[in-house]
């Protein structure tokens, strides 16, 4: 599938990431952006889940699929690639948002999963041009769209300095809301701490 672009000038443009104070000038993006005209919520977490934390973080996800919203991530092994196959297997929509250009899927391994949302689920988007290639420096600038997309951000376990703690702190500073299931250091910090799926709906004021 060829590669789409939107710039911060179209109407197509995400309104909530106009809405940040450094959103990028032009997304590159395979899919379809339609998903993102529904309510967003993002899920992040460790590269090394638990148990618990994979059981946690289907449960969630599959619950706010069905309430309607798509599930934002950044395809990194892990929760990341959870939620996403989670929204995948649920016929829910989801995007995720790299740190390299869309031709450089990054991790490799999950090559396959990108198509899978390409191909009727949502999109696979990017503010590198695609062709460029994933850089270590890449991947906590963009976790600003992660985090920026989105209405909220759910953390499902990370360790602190983590990429995943590093989205919570940036969607604080965005003034979204933050959910924690596991991280205590960002309830500290004003995340909420959730339990159940329904709390979160509730506290974004949607239905459920």
């Known amino acids: 599938m060829d590669t789409k672009q939107v ?113 009727g689920h949502g999109a696979v988007i990017s503010e590198y041009p695609p062709d460029y290639l994933p850089r270590p420096g890449n991947f906590p600038v963009r976790n600003r769209i992660i985090s920026g997309l989105s209405l909220g951000v759910l953390v499902v376990e990370a360790a602190e300095n983590s990429g995943s703690n590093i989205t919570a702190r940036l969607a604080l500073e965005q003034g979204r809301d933050v959910f924690a299931i596991a991280p205590n250091d960002l309830i500290k910090d004003g995340a909420f701490a959730v339990f159940e799926p329904e709390e979160i709906l509730d506290e974004l004021g949607l239905k459920w």
Do not use: W
């Open 7 to 119: 710039t911060i000038l179209d109407k197509d443009y995400p309104k909530l990431l106009k809405e940040i104070y450094d959103p990028p000038i032009v997304l590159y993006y395979k899919g379809s952006l339609n998903c993102l005209s529904k309510k967003c919520i993002a899920v992040v977490g460790t590269r090394k889940m638990t148990g618990y934390g994979r059981t946690v973080c289907e449960q969630f996800v599959k619950e706010l699929v069905r309430s309607n919203l798509t599930i934002i991530s950044g395809l990194a092994r892990g929760i990341d690639a959870l939620a996403h196959k989670t929204a995948v297997e649920a016929n829910g929509q989801t995007v995720a948002v790299l740190g390299s250009g869309l031709n450089n899927i990054y991790p490799p391994e999950n090559k396959q999963l990108a198509m899978d949302i390409i191909n």
